[in-house]
């Protein structure tokens, strides 16, 4: 079993504030898929990074993938209260069959 | 498009007694698919993975187990619970490699 460790485990912010997620392994993967889940339902991917080195964008969020591909972060900027969430960064093997979570970060943005 | 079910939506089973959630998932053919266990509040554990029909793949030793019978249906199933089988179970689907999960709506399973 490959670990991905999360950091911060909870993060609890007022609404306007900035923060980063960390998605930290020894492993390497063939891609990092970052997801969001709400209480009671499954998780809803963000984005899928692939190539080392790689940044993407979406609205507020920003996510890159490590130079090894052993990493992840997710900058949220100008947080609101609607990104309250459970935030779980995922490693796909290199098989493709197999998905590794991380151990989760829980935001709350205080309105 | 394509949709996943899972049922139930909650359960509680007493100590002992057997289980089965069942997974079928819509609009694909020939899907990866998966269950995964997640504590309150943190990351999910990959209990079983399949590939294709009967081909199944377990991440951790337990007494649970997985069939995959027909291409587009999953199921968890146990022969006598424990109080650790108590959890959110989710089933997801995956159509192939570089490819994002879709996961149900999991059951919130309590083992009394």
């Known amino acids: 079993t490959q670990l991905l460790e999360q950091s911060p485990q909870f993060l609890s912010i007022q609404e306007g504030e900035n923060l980063t997620v960390y998605c930290n392994s020894s492993?390497?993967?063939?891609?990092l898929q970052w997801y969001r889940q709400e209480p009671g339902e499954g998780p809803v991917l963000l984005v899928t990074?692939?190539?080392?080195?790689e940044v993407k964008k979406l609205k507020r969020l920003t996510f890159q993938f490590g130079d090894a591909r052993k990493d992840s972060s997710l900058h949220i900027t100008a947080a609101q209260p609607g990104d309250t969430g459970l935030y779980l960064c995922?490693?796909?093997?290199?098989?493709?069959?197999?998905?590794?979570f991380g151990t989760g970060t829980s935001l709350t943005v205080i309105p | 498009s394509q949709t996943i079910h899972q049922w139930p939506a909650t359960l509680v089973q007493p100590v002992g007694s057997p289980l089965s959630l069942e997974c079928t998932v819509e609009?694909?053919?020939?899907?990866?698919l998966y269950w995964y266990r997640q504590a309150a509040g943190r990351g999910l554990q990959l209990l079983f993975y399949?590939?294709?029909?009967?081909?199944i793949s377990s991440e951790v030793p337990q007494n649970l187990s997985a069939s995959r019978p027909q291409d587009r249906q999953f199921i968890l199933s146990s022969k006598k619970l424990l109080l650790s089988d108590s959890g959110f179970y989710l089933c997801?689907?995956?159509?192939?490699?570089?490819?994002?999960?879709?996961f149900g709506n999991g059951t919130r399973l309590t083992v009394t």
């Open positions: 990074v692939v190539t080392g080195g």
């Open positions: 399949s590939v294709g029909i009967g081909q």
């Open positions: 997801a689907w995956s159509p192939g490699p570089i490819s994002p999960l879709h």
């Open positions: 492993s390497v993967f063939s891609s």
């Open positions: 995922a490693g796909e093997d290199n098989t493709g069959n197999q998905f590794y």
């Open positions: 609009g694909t053919s020939n899907p990866n």
